[in-house]
Structure formats: C-alpha cells, structure tokens
C-alpha cells in the first residue's frame, strides 16, 4: 500500500474523530443555550464567558464521579453497552463526503475517508447494528425498567429504519448511485442550487421524522422516558459510562444531520462556488457550507425536542407502521412516475 | 515461513482465525445472550472476508440483514425469555450426539462441495462482479426469473407474517381487545 495515502487517511481519521467529539460536546452546552433560549431563560453562563467551559466543567465532573455497577449486572456487558454505542456513532462518518479536494504538497487529497460505491448502504448497515450497544447496555443492568427501555429502542429502531430506507430509495433511484459522493456531485447544478430537496420534498419529509427516532430524540426519545421509565436503558449507568450513552446521541444527531445535508441537501455544494477558481479555497469554503447546513439541522432537532411533547409508544408505533412506511412507498411510485414522465 | 507455504494473504488468515473463534464460542459458551454476541462478530468477520474478495454490496447486506435484523430479533427474544442456568432444559446424551453427528455430516458435504471452487475464486477473485453496478446487470439479465421468482417468495413471506399477526383478531371478544389496546 502506498504509505503517503495511509498517512493522508490515518491524519483524516483523527480530524475527523477529535472534530466530531469536540462537535458532540459541545452540542451538550448548544442544547442547553437553545433549551433557554426557547424558553426565555438565560442558560449556562457561569463556567468562563457566555459559560462556554460548561461542556469541560461537565466532562470533568463526569470523569470523577464514582462509578457504581450494579451487583447482579452481567459486568462485561454492563461495560461493553456504552463502549459499543460510542463505536457505532462514531464509524458512520467515513463515508461522508466533507468537501471535493484539497490539493497540498502535491498531492490531490480527498475529503472523505472512504468513497465505497455503496455509501448510503454501508450507513443503512451502521445504523441497524446502531440498537446493540443500547440493548445490551440495557438488559446486562438486570432492572426491569432498563429492559424495557432497551426493548422499546430495539422495536422503535428497527421499525423507523424501514421508512428511513424506502425513502432513501427514492433518491437512489434518481441518482442511479450509492456512492455519497456522486449523490452530492449530481447536485451541484444550477450554480450549486439544485439540491434532491426541490425533488423529494416528501421523502426528506420522512426521512427527517426517521432520524428523530433512530436518534431516540425527543418527541420519540420514548426509550429514556423518565416519567414512565426513571432513565430507560441508562438508569443504572452512572459515572462516563452515562457520558458516553449521552455522547453517542449527540454524535449520531450530528452524523444523520451530515447525512441528510448529502443526500437531500447539496453536502457541500453552495450558490456561486463556480466561481471560485482557486481548489483549495472552494474546498475550504465548501467544508464551511456543509458544517453550516448541518448546524442547521442540529439546531432543528434540539428546536423540536424543546417544542413538541413526547409521543405515547403506541402512537409511535402507529406513526412508523401505518403513516411513515405507506407514504415512503408512495412517493417512491410518485418518483418512479415522475422519473418516466419527465424521462429523467 | 507457515504463510508462503500456505500462499495465503495474512488478511484472510487473520479474519479466518476471528470467524472461526468465534463461531466455535457460539457453540461452546452456555450463555445465550454471549453467543449471540459472538455470532454478531461472526458476521462481522464474513462481512470483511466479503470486502476482501472485492464483493462491497454483499458485505454490506450481509450486516444489514444478518447482524442488524436478525440477530437485534434474536437478541429481543433471549432477553424477554432472560434465559439462564436454573431455566436451562436438561437434554439427553442421545441429542447432543445425534445433533454433533448431523452437523459433523453437513460440515463433511458443505467442505466436499466447496473445496474445488473456493479455492479458485480465493486465488482469482473476479475483479469487480461483487460491485453493485455489475452484480445489479447480472441479477436483472443472466439470473432475472430466479430473483423475480424470490422477489414473489419474500412477498408471500411478508403476507404470511401479516396473517399470523393478525389471527388472534378473528373472534369478537379480541377484536375489541385489541382496538383498545391499540389506540
């Protein structure tokens, strides 16, 4: 294997790890300055100016707290939950495209750690092994309400994922690829406009809805309903094991913000970007739009978790079954039928 | 050197070692839940054996359908039956040796079968069949009447598990049980 290509990997993997960790903390303070901005309140503001050390104060008081495990817990499994959660948010960032490329010392380097033809499957794939570290978490605590958490995470992620993938298919079907990257060039016409949203209004639509609950966000965290299940599938976790539990969310709410600025958004496409002639500064500025669109994004889910109340489990269920899956298969009939009309 | 005679990559080596743990502590540890785990990481390693062969749209359904669907569903029922020693089922020495026989002769025919063509396609991958763009042009010209033919087969499936859900439903008395508890 060429070894500058391993370097040039190896550097982009810890960009882009250290980049979404510090991303994940400090989403936990932008979620309370949004939480008090919709609320009217003023929000951290203690811990160094505009309290913008809260998520460090946070993390070292997560760090030193004891760390308890329950007696009849299965111990390495107890361990293993948090851990396997942490993992799954964090590999599904390789296929992401972040920008076209840089060209340095030479060298034409890629933004994007893998682009395998089978992008969006290979986030499908991540997503369903996504439940384990929750399950297991859930169950290896031995308390009833921890399992039922677990159980209603498993059935809800499995549920919304159908959705989430026939309303992918529509795209697909209009890209004719897999591949993130292509799916984001395909959409850098019209001076960077034309982004699949114009064309599957309906499908961003639930595929958005299907984010909420595979993220166990709020108006769907129902696997965490304190009022029903004290903490859900981390009652008993204490210490960083709850860190990393509340991490991973944050992660996978930053990832599937990334992966519908791709697939519905435009990635990294922006107005006017043909008219930059210097690669390495388009690049730069298209790292920057995609980061944009996806604080957008971030900044919409925590806005419907402050705004929406939680719904009953069965109304989930309806919701999933009965009206996300139907409509995904209608607008893929309506796509087909556009496709064929309009000869795309 | 052991891996020049063998003329086998070290990759393949390595992550036949990983499978092969892996399935024999699914058979060996006596804790559902563990060997569940374990069998994830089975399909995890067959997954990466697909990704060396080149064969990227197998390894990822591979994860998806195996580790993602089927084993979240084995999962949920070894957890709702939270099954442990005291509740294990004592089986007759008869069973366990007539269950290692069947599988030792299914292992014999699986390994006769496979051993000619395994090794060629080892040695020569296919460039790039297993890509989705060639493996799609294939399934939909060459092998067209076997997929459509499955296609109707999961249907049917789906329609099956659709009924048997709804069975209960028949009589009176449930129907309205079940309109209440599903509002």
């Given at each position: 294997?060429?070894?500058?290509?391993?370097?040039?990997?190896?550097?982009?993997?810890?960009?882009?790890?250290?980049?979404?960790?510090?991303?994940?903390?400090?989403?936990?303070?932008g979620?309370?300055?949004v939480?008090?901005?919709?609320?009217?309140?003023?929000?951290?503001?203690?811990?160094?100016?505009?309290?913008?050390?809260?998520?460090?104060?946070?993390?070292?008081?997560?760090?030193?707290?004891?760390?308890?495990?329950?007696?009849?817990?299965?111990?390495?499994?107890?361990?293993?939950?948090?851990?396997?959660?942490?993992?799954?948010?964090?590999?599904?960032?390789?296929?992401?495209?972040?920008?076209s490329?840089?060209?340095?010392?030479?060298?034409?380097?890629?933004?994007?750690?893998?682009?395998?033809?089978?992008?969006?499957?290979?986030?499908m794939?991540i997503?369903?092994?996504?439940?384990?570290?929750?399950?297991?978490?859930?169950?290896?605590?031995?308390?009833?309400?921890?399992?039922?958490?677990?159980?209603?995470?498993s059935?809800?992620?499995?549920?919304y994922?159908?959705?989430?993938?026939?309303?992918?298919?529509?795209?697909?079907?209009?890209?004719?690829?897999?591949?993130?990257?292509?799916?984001?060039?395909q959409?850098?016409?019209?001076?960077?406009?034309?982004?699949?949203?114009?064309?599957?209004?309906?499908?961003?639509?639930?595929?958005?809805?299907?984010?909420?609950?595979?993220?166990?966000?709020?108006?769907?965290?129902?696997?965490?309903?304190?009022?029903?299940?004290?903490?859900?599938?981390?009652?008993?976790?204490s210490?960083?094991?709850?860190?990393?539990?509340?991490?991973a969310?944050?992660?996978?709410?930053f990832?599937?913000?990334?992966?519908?600025?791709c697939?519905?958004?435009?990635?990294?496409?922006?107005?006017?970007?043909?008219?930059?002639?210097?690669?390495?500064?388009?690049?730069?500025?298209?790292?920057v739009?995609?980061?944009?669109k996806?604080?957008f994004?971030?900044?919409a889910?925590m806005?419907?978790?402050?705004?929406l109340?939680?719904?009953?489990?069965d109304?989930?269920?309806?919701?999933?079954?009965?009206?996300?899956?139907?409509?995904?298969?209608?607008?893929?009939?309506?796509t087909?039928?556009?496709?064929?009309?309009?000869?795309? | 050197?052991?891996?020049?005679?063998?003329?086998?990559?070290?990759?393949?080596?390595?992550?036949?070692?990983?499978t092969?743990?892996?399935?024999?502590?699914?058979v060996?540890?006596?804790?559902?839940?563990?060997?569940v785990?374990?069998?994830?990481?089975?399909?995890?390693?067959?997954?990466?054996h697909?990704?060396l062969?080149?064969?990227?749209f197998?390894?990822?359904?591979?994860?998806?359908?195996?580790?993602?669907?089927?084993?979240?569903?084995?999962?949920?029922?070894?957890?709702?039956l939270?099954?442990?020693?005291?509740?294990?089922?004592i089986?007759?020495?008869?069973?366990?040796?007539?269950?290692?026989?069947?599988?030792?002769?299914?292992l014999?025919?699986?390994?006769?079968?496979?051993?000619?063509?395994?090794?060629?396609?080892?040695?020569?991958?296919?460039?790039?069949?297993?890509?989705?763009?060639?493996?799609?042009?294939?399934?939909?010209t060459?092998?067209?009447?076997?997929f459509?033919?499955?296609?109707?087969?999961?249907?049917?499936?789906?329609?099956?598990?659709v009924?048997?859900?709804?069975?209960?439903?028949?009589?009176?008395?449930?129907?309205?049980?079940?309109?209440?508890?599903?509002?």
């Amino acid at each position: 294997m060429d070894f500058a290509l391993l370097l040039e990997k190896s550097i982009l993997i810890l960009i882009l790890t250290a980049i979404t960790l510090g991303i994940a903390t400090y989403l936990t303070y932008g979620e309370r300055k949004v939480a008090a901005f919709l609320q009217d309140r003023i929000g951290p503001n203690r811990a160094g100016i505009f309290g913008i050390l809260q998520p460090i104060a946070d993390a070292g008081k997560m760090f030193f707290k004891e760390e308890l495990i329950p007696k009849n817990a299965e111990k390495w499994l107890f361990i293993l939950g948090p851990g396997l959660a942490m993992i799954t948010a964090c590999i599904t960032s390789a296929v992401i495209p972040w920008g076209s490329h840089l060209e340095l010392f030479g060298r034409t380097i890629q933004l994007q750690v893998a682009d395998v033809d089978i992008g969006i499957l290979y986030i499908m794939g991540i997503v369903s092994v996504g439940v384990y570290g929750i399950m297991i978490g859930g169950w290896a605590s031995n308390n009833k309400y921890s399992l039922y958490g677990a159980i209603r995470a498993s059935s809800q992620m499995i549920s919304y994922e159908l959705g989430m993938g026939l309303a992918l298919i529509a795209v697909i079907m209009m890209s004719g690829s897999l591949s993130l990257r292509e799916i984001v060039e395909q959409q850098s016409g019209w001076g960077g406009m034309q982004w699949n949203i114009i064309y599957q209004p309906l499908g961003f639509i639930i595929f958005f809805t299907c984010a909420l609950a595979e993220c166990n966000r709020a108006p769907f965290d129902l696997p965490e309903c304190e009022t029903e299940l004290i903490g859900g599938y981390h009652t008993e976790y204490s210490s960083m094991k709850l860190g990393f539990y509340l991490f991973a969310e944050y992660i996978n709410m930053f990832i599937s913000s990334a992966v519908m600025t791709c697939v519905y958004f435009g990635g990294y496409n922006f107005p006017g970007m043909h008219l930059i002639d210097s690669q390495n500064l388009l690049a730069t500025l298209q790292i920057v739009a995609i980061f944009l669109k996806i604080s957008f994004f971030i900044f919409a889910f925590m806005w419907i978790r402050w705004t929406l109340p939680r719904f009953r489990y069965d109304q989930l269920m309806h919701l999933g079954w009965k009206t996300m899956i139907p409509l995904a298969i209608v607008n893929m009939l309506l796509t087909g039928g556009g496709m064929l009309l309009f000869g795309n | 050197m052991l891996l020049t005679i063998l003329g086998l990559p070290p990759a393949f080596l390595l992550l036949s070692f990983i499978t092969i743990l892996c399935a024999l502590y699914v058979v060996t540890n006596t804790n559902p839940v563990y060997s569940v785990l374990a069998l994830i990481l089975a399909f995890f390693s067959i997954s990466a054996h697909y990704v060396l062969l080149n064969a990227q749209f197998l390894a990822v359904v591979n994860l998806i359908v195996y580790a993602g669907a089927i084993m979240v569903l084995f999962l949920f029922v070894l957890m709702l039956l939270n099954l442990n020693k005291e509740s294990e089922p004592i089986v007759k020495m008869g069973w366990h040796i007539g269950a290692a026989v069947t599988a030792g002769l299914l292992l014999v025919t699986l390994a006769a079968a496979l051993h000619k063509s395994s090794e060629q396609i080892m040695r020569n991958p296919a460039e790039d069949i297993g890509l989705v763009k060639n493996l799609g042009k294939v399934l939909f010209t060459d092998y067209l009447v076997p997929f459509e033919l499955s296609g109707i087969l999961f249907l049917a499936a789906m329609v099956g598990a659709v009924l048997l859900g709804k069975k209960q439903t028949n009589s009176k008395e449930n129907n309205n049980y079940s309109e209440t508890s599903s509002q």
